[in-house]
């Protein structure tokens, strides 16, 4: 007997393969592509930043000293021997000697006033000395330490005479021109003492018209 279409059991029709599975795999594969693509540009941001810190920190700290070179084994810094003593004293002398001739050259002017009675001009001899004495003064210490005590000597003979000789013949003072006398002649004696040494000193080298006389 035919069955009635009522009780016809329902159809089943077969599902389109893929329909929904595909469905639920594209959503699944493209939340897996934008996670991955956010973790790359997350490693590519911290690798800028990284390499951006390591940059800054590297030009900010200081360069450390560079080591001196080691020596090899065995090896020393010897020091230089000292020049010899007349090379010294010829490298004073070019410099002091403009100074010390001009103190010669006022000490003679002094005497020559003195010696013809000229009052006046022996004392503005003995006020133009003081400059003289002063820049003479200017360069001791020489390398020789006797010819710093003869020259010493003899300026500090020079600027007691001065002082003498400029109140004696302002004041007429015979006492003090005779000071004044004999304080410039202890000068003139410590100053031939002091070119003496000189000599010496410049003894080793060839003998040079230029070198000091008193």
Known sequence: MATSSRHRAPEHYPRKAGTNLLGKQGRSQRHELVTAAGWVVLLVVISVLSAWAHHSLSAARPAAPSAPAALPAGAFDPQLPPLPMSMQMRAWLNIAEPSLIALVNARDNIVAAAAQGDVAGTGAACRAAA???????????????????????????YRAGIRYCISGTQNQDGEDIGQATADIGQGNTDLQAAVDILEGDLSSDAPDPGVLTV
């Open 131 to 157: 400059d003289p004495v002063a820049n003479t003064q200017q360069h001791l210490p020489s390398p020789d330490a006797a010819l710093n005590a003869a020259l010493q000597q003899a300026l500090t003979s």
